[in-house]
């Protein structure tokens, strides 16, 4: 398995462009299934997740050509309605795909996802409005049984705004006979994304960006061509280890609105943020200001993809900050590594208590999960001395050429 190496204490410094958000592309070549032909996507990023989903859709029998950030899919002869555990198992979002399978086959069936590193992920509110769409489901040796006749326009009031049930609901609303109307939908960037997607593939969808997102079905939709979303999660990240190693970056593209709740404590811990047309410029202040109230909420709320990263960012501060985390139950896991690098850090119950230190030592760590890996580059690149950082897999699900793009950027960071 690979590793990166990082020698610590290279400030940040240029310019970088980055591909669209990991988040938006997923749904979206979910949505793809939806209509029997072909779409052209571009802004994709290389990542490991993206190229799970396009194995999963080669298996089913698709076409799938991938390069230089465009994926054209024609999803015209796919004939297999089964997703095996190994590709969920690879890749536990690939639930996403089941309300676009729902629409368009009468029986399908997929791996069940189970947990991960962050918590346990049910997918109970994807069960039951599907459920109440007209999809009878059995859950059984770890697979998920559906099986539908025609599906219907139903109101589904989501006890929470999940980002995954409201994207399912989404994808098999659009199949359906009448209008289904969510309440209480998730507000992300990704889903307004998912709407523009479908919308330009012929749907009927008004809403999504609110909490109530209504859906007409259509009897057909047709091919389509379109482009992701900026990542704003990827922004944050990069503004955040430029910030971490006093350093002066711009990234190119982005959407402010989308980044708002990030760059509102970027500003706290004292970074000074300009928008120079589509672009951010970060430049990291000589003292870290310690910030006492990060809480992860929903969209438009501190987002807890951020979580990790920023939390490694406070590590170095100059007095102590709390970090709340409300979505996942178990999202701290990496602070154990952090504290390897001597870091001082306290999980009491749902919240992080970061004691900053004066500077942080390179170590051996272990990334378990996707932010928390990238929350140890972020420590490493202000380390003193080196750090080998293994478990990168996990950075390569939703980060593409991370080494690269920070090379760039003039950090010491090979991949081994
Ligand atoms: C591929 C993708 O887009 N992933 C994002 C998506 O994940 P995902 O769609 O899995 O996140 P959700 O918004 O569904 O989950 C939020 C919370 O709701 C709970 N829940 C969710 C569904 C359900 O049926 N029952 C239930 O209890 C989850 O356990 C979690 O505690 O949104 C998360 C929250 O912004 C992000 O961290 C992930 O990066
Ligand atoms: C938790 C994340 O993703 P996923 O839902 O794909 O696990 C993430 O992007 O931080």
Redesign the pocket.
């Known amino acids: 398995m690979d590793k990166f190496i990082v020698h610590g204490g290279n400030k940040l410094k240029g310019e970088i462009n980055l591909k669209g958000a990991?988040?938006a592309v997923?749904p979206i070549v979910a949505a793809t299934i939806l209509n029997e032909g072909e779409s052209i996507i571009h802004n994709v990023p290389n990542i490991a997740?993206v190229n799970v989903m396009i194995d999963i859709l080669r298996h089913v029998g698709c076409f799938v050509k991938f390069e230089d950030g465009t994926l054209i899919i024609d999803t015209k002869n796919m004939h297999i309605s089964e997703i095996p555990e190994d590709f969920v198992r690879r890749?536990?979002?690939s639930i996403i795909l089941l309300g676009a399978m729902v629409g368009r086959f009468e029986h399908t069936k997929i791996s069940y996802p189970g947990g991960?590193e962050?918590g346990l992920?049910p997918i109970d509110l994807h069960l039951k409005s599907l459920s109440s769409m007209g999809v009878r489901i059995q859950e059984r040796h770890g697979y998920i049984n559906c099986k539908r006749e025609t599906l219907k326009g139903v109101e589904i009031q989501l006890d929470f705004p999940s980002v995954?049930a409201t994207e399912n609901i989404m994808l098999a609303g659009v199949r359906c006979k009448g209008i289904t109307k969510i309440y209480n939908a998730a507000k992300e960037p990704e889903i307004i994304d998912l709407q523009n997607f479908l919308n330009c593939m012929g749907a009927k969808i008004k809403g999504a960006g609110t909490s109530y997102i209504e859906i007409e079905g259509v009897s057909k939709l047709h091919n389509v061509e379109y482009s992701i979303i900026p990542d704003r999660?990827a922004i944050g990240t990069y503004l955040t280890a430029a910030a971490i190693t006093k350093g002066e970056v711009t990234i190119n593209n982005v959407v402010p609105e989308h980044i708002q709740s990030i760059v509102s404590k970027l500003k706290e811990v004292g970074c000074d943020i300009r928008y120079i047309g589509n672009s951010i410029k970060l430049i990291a202040p000589k003292v870290l200001n310690p910030i006492e109230n990060i809480r992860t909420l929903p969209y438009p709320g501190f987002p807890?993809?951020m979580q990790a990263q920023i939390t490694a960012l406070m590590t170095l501060s100059s007095g102590t900050s709390l970090i709340e985390e409300n979505i996942?139950e178990n999202r701290f896991k990496y602070c154990n590594e952090l504290m390897r690098m001597g870091a001082n850090i306290t999980i009491c119950g749902k919240t992080a208590i970061v004691k900053g230190v004066e500077s942080l030592t390179g170590a051996k760590v272990n990334s378990e999960?996707?932010?928390g890996g990238a929350a140890l580059v972020i420590a490493a690149l202000s380390a003193n001395g080196y750090s080998e950082i293994y478990g990168i897999q996990h950075i390569d699900?939703?980060y593409e050429n991370m080494e690269k793009v920070l090379s760039s950027l003039g950090a010491n960071i090979v991949r081994a």
């Open positions: 990991k988040n997923l997740d890749m536990r979002s991960c962050i992920r995954g999660i807890t993809d996942f999960d996707l932010r699900r939703g």
